[in-house]
């Protein structure tokens, strides 16, 4: 038997120890920490590496995830994917090009494309592959994109090659200037345009200005694409931000994840007829992915269901309001416009001190520090869900309040 050969061993190898100690020493390194259900609350484990994590004593609320309704542990979500998993199967099994589409597949997209307003959808294993996979084959000749685009959109948009002219965060006059200045180049005539922006920010809780990008790219006959993976099933009838504006007719390509307020795993291309076909035909991270498993289908169909017709979006809504109103007249700067709250904190260390307060009251809002924001603008990101009852809203804001003043920052 060959011996094994260790990392330090190998001239030309790799350092991650040392990497690590660099994080470390820069306090951001992270780490695992274990839940036994995704709900809105939970028992936490500490941090295990490769040990069996041995779970807390302390059940704590959880308002940090981005199962926004609540619909993870919803007894008709689960009966969707157990009977999904009983009839269909537990897995695909192959790609959806050889033997991996279902009728659980064709019954989600069929949703998601009455949802979305558009001729089709196609979904994918996950949100990352959807973003990728669409504009790798589009294959732009340039992509401007919001400087604050989620890592998906931005590897997307390396793979495609495109050139990528960056814009301003929400700032629509920012995207204009830069349209006007690639038109002035030379052979920009024949050149094939996307504008990409997320609909909601994840980590700045923003909406993107869309009637204004929309109008920006029909100056220029660019199209648009927007990822709707913190919007969807939470604004009009389900849809997302271009559902509440009416932009559907405005929007190309309109892309989402099933793994958030559609409590379950994969991601979604909503357009026109030929383009879901070429999508079919030539996005890589479809054609050589096996399909989304089928329990994982029919969860996000029934989640986006109970979406558009129960009270799950009016409760989620009630309490982002309350708790907003809440920890800004403690004196808590709120960013964002959004079901996501980030509380501006700006020193890392003072947003972990902040955050490793609040868990020792048991509730769980986790510091949001570089490199995923800039220098000097941590944070607490703060998400209720619709099924955090009043009580819950209450325990978290006197959680923030006693926290706050513990670390000096009230």
Not at 28 to 46: C, H, I, M, N, S
Not at 201 to 210: E, K, R
Not at 265 to 273: I, L
Not at 344 to 354: C, N, Q, S, T
Request: aromatic share 6%; charged share 25%.
């Amino acid at each position: 038997m060959t011996p094994y050969i260790r990392m330090d061993d190998c001239d030309r190898g790799f350092d991650p120890e040392g990497r690590l100690a660099d994080l470390e020493a820069t306090d951001l390194k992270r780490a695992l920490a274990p839940v036994d259900r995704v709900a809105e609350r939970g028992y936490f484990a500490a941090p295990s590496g490769s040990d069996l994590p041995v779970l807390e004593a302390d059940e704590a609320l959880v308002f940090a995830s981005n199962n926004y309704l609540g619909l993870t542990d919803d007894q008709r979500v689960q009966d969707a994917a157990r009977q999904a998993a009983a009839t269909v199967g537990t897995g695909a099994g192959a790609s959806r090009l050889v033997t991996g589409d279902t009728m659980v597949h064709r019954d989600l997209e069929r949703l998601l494309a009455e949802t979305k307003g558009t001729d089709r959808a196609l979904a994918f294993s996950s949100g990352y592959a959807a973003n990728v996979g669409t504009i790798a084959a589009l294959s732009p000749d340039v992509v401007f994109s919001d400087e604050l685009n989620h890592a998906s959109i931005v590897d997307g948009c390396r793979l495609s090659g495109a050139d990528i002219v960056v814009y301003d965060h929400c700032d629509a006059a920012s995207l204009q200037s830069k349209l006007e200045a690639r038109a002035d180049r030379p052979g920009a005539d024949a050149e094939s345009w996307l504008i990409v922006t997320d609909s909601v920010f994840s980590m700045d809780g923003t909406v993107a200005p869309l009637e204004a990008i929309c109008t920006a790219a029909e100056a220029f006959g660019a199209w648009v694409m927007v990822d709707e993976a913190h919007a969807t099933g939470l604004y009009a009838d389900g849809g997302g931000v271009i559902q509440a504006k009416g932009l559907e007719n405005r929007i190309q390509i309109q892309l989402g994840t099933l793994s958030k307020a559609l409590a379950s795993q994969g991601g979604y291309v909503a357009g026109d007829d030929a383009l879901i076909e070429w999508l079919v035909n030539d996005a890589r991270s479809f054609v050589f992915s096996t399909g989304l498993a089928p329990p994982a289908a029919a969860a996000a169909s029934e989640a986006l269901h109970l979406a558009r017709h129960s009270g799950a979006r009016e409760r989620l809504w009630e309490n982002v309001a309350h708790l907003c109103e809440g920890l800004e007249s403690m004196g808590f700067e709120v960013l964002g416009d959004s079901q996501i709250l980030p509380i501006l904190v700006g020193d890392r260390r003072d947003a972990l001190e902040l955050a490793e307060a609040i868990r020792a009251r048991d509730v769980v809002a986790p510091a949001i520090r570089p490199p995923t924001v800039p220098d000097g603008t941590s944070r607490i990101r703060v998400v209720p869900m619709a099924t955090h009852d009043e009580d819950d809203i209450v325990t978290c804001l006197e959680a923030f309040q006693a926290a706050g003043r513990e670390v000096g920052l009230l």
